[in-house]
């Protein structure tokens, strides 16, 4: 069992930054794909980015290529999404989760996290 605490997000300008962290528990998260989804409203969830067990993989939905940065400390047990030039349309709920198989839907994924709100102002 893996409990997972996302935190930091907020309200942003277009053109900012923000640094999301998940914290997680257990003693499994070093072997274990992670990846962060988001879903803004009225919208179904996507992608964003996932990482490899050891850190050394990383793989990006197109939208975020150049600004966005995921990462891991299994010292620390816990991952990152660096967000870089964000914009008006990544406003949404982002969610960390950790798993078994890389997919797109997140079905691979078998813990996820209660999620942090990012709100971007244009």
């Known amino acids: 069992q893996v409990q997972l605490s996302e935190s930091g997000g907020g309200l942003v300008q277009a053109g900012g930054s923000l640094r999301l962290s998940c914290a997680a528990s257990g003693r499994t998260f070093s072997t274990l794909l992670m990846g962060w989804f988001r879903q803004a409203p009225g919208k179904d969830r996507e992608f964003v980015a996932t990482?490899?067990?050891?850190?050394?993989?990383?793989y990006y939905a197109d939208f975020v290529k150049g600004r966005f940065t995921i990462s891991r400390d299994n010292a620390k047990a816990t991952g990152y999404l660096q967000m870089n030039s964000l914009r008006a349309e990544d406003t949404a709920v982002y969610y960390c989760?950790?798993?078994?198989?890389?997919?797109?839907?997140?079905?691979?994924?078998?813990?996820w996290g209660q999620g942090t709100q990012v709100s971007v102002s244009s």
């Open positions: 989760a950790v798993g078994s198989r890389f997919s797109r839907t997140g079905t691979g994924y078998d813990y």
């Open positions: 990482i490899s067990a050891g850190g050394a993989a990383t």
